[in-house]
């Protein structure tokens, strides 16, 4: 059970392009998600929290205008990274809360979005 | 700001050695802390994870301690295999902060033959 899976895996996209990705829970409702964005060797740095039904919460320097996420449902949110540029190359990831738990989050296993 | 780091960021651990991934974190109010590994250009595993009122709790072949005291994290594993061979990353959570997780930077597990 717990399952959270990401679409598409990986992607190329060319500057100034906008890419979406896909993030859903396969077996419970997710009532908050979160984005992730890790670079090489880096440690996972939290993007925004979204609650389905209600606008995302940006963590502080992360762009919403850049980045949107959508949650409108409770299996399925989007993360649509806009006019994209190669510093945005990087791996996001997404987690899935479900209702009533507290600090269990499950995590999708990532998309490796390359930006030329 | 607070954040919770660790020690070494790359242990190398024969096979069949016990391994100690340590993490010290800095927000005296975080109150439950997971252990997740990471295979390369996959997304984290949850591993073990621990409330601030414990110390100490056990998994199949992996133990995590919690000292509040210098408030020090660490995940042992027993009888290290070549599967092991990750990046592991603690995390923390605060009350009132909706459980975000705060993330350690990682260290990068090497099982040699």
């Known amino acids: 059970g717990a399952v959270v899976s990401q679409h598409p895996s990986w992607v190329i996209c060319k500057s100034g392009t906008s890419v979406k990705i896909e993030c859903r829970s396969l077996?419970?409702?997710?009532?908050?998600m979160f984005w992730y964005r890790q670079f090489p060797k880096q440690s996972l740095m939290l993007m925004a929290t979204?609650?389905?039904?209600?606008?995302?919460?940006?963590e502080q320097g992360v762009e919403k205008d850049k980045f949107l996420i959508n949650h409108a449902s409770l299996t399925l949110s989007t993360l649509t990274v806009t006019s994209a540029h190669p510093e945005d190359s990087s791996f996001y990831i997404c987690?899935?809360?479900?209702?009533?738990?507290?600090?269990?989050?499950?995590f999708g296993p990532g998309t490796r979005l390359t930006v030329t | 700001g607070e954040s919770v780091g660790l020690h070494l960021p790359t242990l190398s651990v024969q096979e069949g050695d016990n391994s100690i991934i340590n993490c010290a974190y800095s927000?005296?109010?975080?109150?439950?802390f997971i252990w997740y590994k990471q295979e390369s250009g996959k997304g984290p595993q949850f591993i073990i994870d621990?409330?601030?009122?414990?110390d100490k709790r056990q998994g199949q072949r992996v133990t995590v301690l919690l000292n509040k005291t210098v408030k020090h994290l660490s995940l042992q594993i027993a009888a290290t295999q070549p599967g092991d061979s990750a990046v592991y990353f603690c995390?923390?959570?605060?009350?009132?902060?909706?459980?975000?997780?705060?993330f350690g930077t990682g260290t990068r597990l090497q099982v040699t033959l």
């Open positions: 987690s899935a809360r479900g209702a009533g738990k507290a600090y269990e989050q499950y």
């Open positions: 077996d419970f409702q997710a009532t908050t």
């Open positions: 621990i409330r601030s009122n414990m």
């Open positions: 979204s609650n389905e039904g209600s606008k995302a919460t940006y």
């Open positions: 927000n005296s109010a975080s109150d439950y």
């Open positions: 995390a923390e959570t605060t009350p009132g902060t909706a459980s975000k997780l705060t």
